[in-house]
């Protein structure tokens, strides 16, 4: 681990021969996506080590593995179940966003996600999420206990890390990188990015919110010094073809797909959990009112309608 006075005095250094440190960066396939960790003046065995964290936490987090806490913790029928530090933070996450969210954000409907049509694995169609026949939709979210080593949940609960488990992993490997040695570092799993530290031009980092309609356009560039920006999407994950299709952002009040006309929406907060769990909002309310309540909550937001017109909380102009 790198202390902060070498890191100041080697930041000095590239300060006073006017460089910068090199950059690192490698994409690969993680949590149902793509991804990609961006380190600025770390070094390929740090960039290995946050690639091995990502790893652990799909194979701790993923329902599609059938061994992973999540699958057991589904699967315990009420019973304790002993599990990773790395899942009782995720968890206690999920609780902090569902409270945060005001309900919107709910962990517990993995019964109505499979019941859209979310059952198999993007990747690999071959995997699939299997449920006791005790599973219901909504859980007891807040009947979940944590012992020392385990945590109970309540019969028929069950949970889906979805967009948070991408957006908490970020957030993890982003502190890892900068606690191990990196002056600055980029996580993107899925279209979630954290970014921490120094970006490789020495300034803020620059970051693009892709067009839903138009993939290969973005319609903003958004500047961080620090913080995360997650976006959701109801044209991703969709089943089904016209007007009967479904997809897997389910509006707890209707336990169905949420009737929704945005199409995507984006929000920056401090953290890549946090900005996932803001976006679930977007979905269910009206986007002024969405737009509205967000910077109350530390978040700004963009929102794309079905027409493809865009709108933007008061306070979005301040990342461009």
Known sequence: MVDDISK????????ETNSLPGVLSRRQNIMGGHGTITLVGGNPGLLD???????????LWSRFIPDSDISRLNWAEGKPVKVAP???????????????SRGTYDPTLLPDVIGAGYESSVLDGERKTLLPDSARAPGHLEGIQFSDEEIMMPLGTTLDPGGIGKGFAADLVANYALEHGAYGVMAEFGGDIVVQGDAPDGAAWRLGVENPFVPEEHLAIIRLLRGAVATSSQLKRRFG????????????ATQQSADSSAQTVTVIA???ARAEVLTKKGFVEKPEVFLSWLPRVG????VVLDDGSQLTSSNWSTFE
Not at 241 to 252: F, K, R, V
């Open 8 to 15: 100041s005095a080697l930041r000095a250094v590239f300060t």
């Open 49 to 59: 080590e946050c690639w091995s964290l990502v790893e652990t936490c799909e194979q």
């Open 86 to 100: 790395l899942t009782r933070k995720l968890i206690a996450a999920m609780i902090s966003g569902h409270t945060l």
């Open 241 to 252: 073809e016209g007007s009967s299709a479904t997809h897997h952002l389910i509006d707890p």
């Open 270 to 272: 401090s953290s890549g």
């Open 299 to 302: 978040g700004a937001g963009l």
